[in-house]
T-cell receptor
Framework: GENVEQHPSTLSVQEGDSAVIKCTYS??????FPWYKQELGKRPQLIID?????GEKKDQRIAVTLNKTAKHFSLHITETQPEDSAVYFC???????????FGAGTRLTVKP | NAGVTQTPKFQVLKTGQSMTLQCAQD?????MSWYRQDPGMGLRLIHY???????DQGEVPNGYNVSRSTTEDFPLRLLSAAPSQTSVYFC???????????????FGPGTRLLVL
């Protein structure tokens, strides 16, 4: 089955700096890669996703890149703000929610 | 719409006790699922359902039962609680896959369970 590894486990940046979180996956059949943000004590919420027919997707200050050959994808947050502080999870699946596998999460802290 | 709701928010059980975690959604989603979240391990799928009357096992199903008698409700039952089941449980729902595209999952607020 799919195995997703996520790095780093913790990340601390200064407000205004960029943050990058990386994930690798094992199943070459995976074609859907969402990213979730989870604030302390809250539910995970989808912030961006990418499908295998696209190499990069951007939504304001966040972007995701996908390298299918290397089987890795990354989340980029630019101009970080304190409200970006949260745990971020990546995931990968072959196209069905029941085969989705999540990374262990990255705790991002943005210092004002 | 209330979205995905879960009750209770927090529960303490003794080893061997049973309980049911409730999950409901009002978005007419066919697909519903249960995850557990443990520190350093992300979210792991326990059980899922693609529609009323249909359930299947996920990655970590042992010790849990589910049923899906209606589209709206998807309860999770712990038959005999164990300390290893101490976790945060999230219910999620989505439309079934349409036009070959995976649908976004919406998560409930979670139930924090402590088994002593």
């Amino acid at each position: 089955g799919e195995n997703v590894e996520q790095h780093p486990s913790t990340l601390s940046v200064q407000e205004g700096d960029s943050a990058v979180i990386k994930c690798t996956y094992s199943d070459s059949a995976s074609n859907y890669f969402p990213w979730y943000k989870q604030e302390l004590g809250k539910r995970p919420q989808l912030i961006i996703d990418i499908r295998s027919n696209v190499g990069e997707k951007k939504d304001q200050r966040i972007a995701v890149t996908l390298n299918k050959t290397a089987k890795h994808f990354s989340l980029h947050i630019t101009e970080t703000q304190p409200e970006d502080s949260a745990v971020y999870f990546c995931a990968a699946s072959e196209g069905n929610n029941n085969d989705m596998r999540f990374g262990a999460g990255t705790r991002l802290t943005v210092k004002p | 719409n209330a979205g995905v709701t879960q009750t209770p928010k927090f529960q303490v059980l003794k080893t061997g006790q049973s309980m049911t975690l409730q999950c409901a959604q009002d978005m007419n989603h066919e697909y519903m699922s249960w995850y557990r979240q443990d520190p350093g391990m992300g979210l792991r799928l326990i059980h899922y359902s693609v529609g009323a009357g249909i359930t299947d096992q996920g990655e970590v199903p042992n010790g849990y039962n589910v049923s899906r008698s209606t589209t709206e409700d998807f309860p999770l039952r712990l038959l005999s609680a164990a300390p290893s089941q101490t976790s945060v449980y999230f219910c999620a729902s989505s439309y079934s896959q349409r036009e070959g595209r995976q649908e976004t999952q919406y998560f409930g607020p979670g139930t924090r369970l402590l088994v002593l």
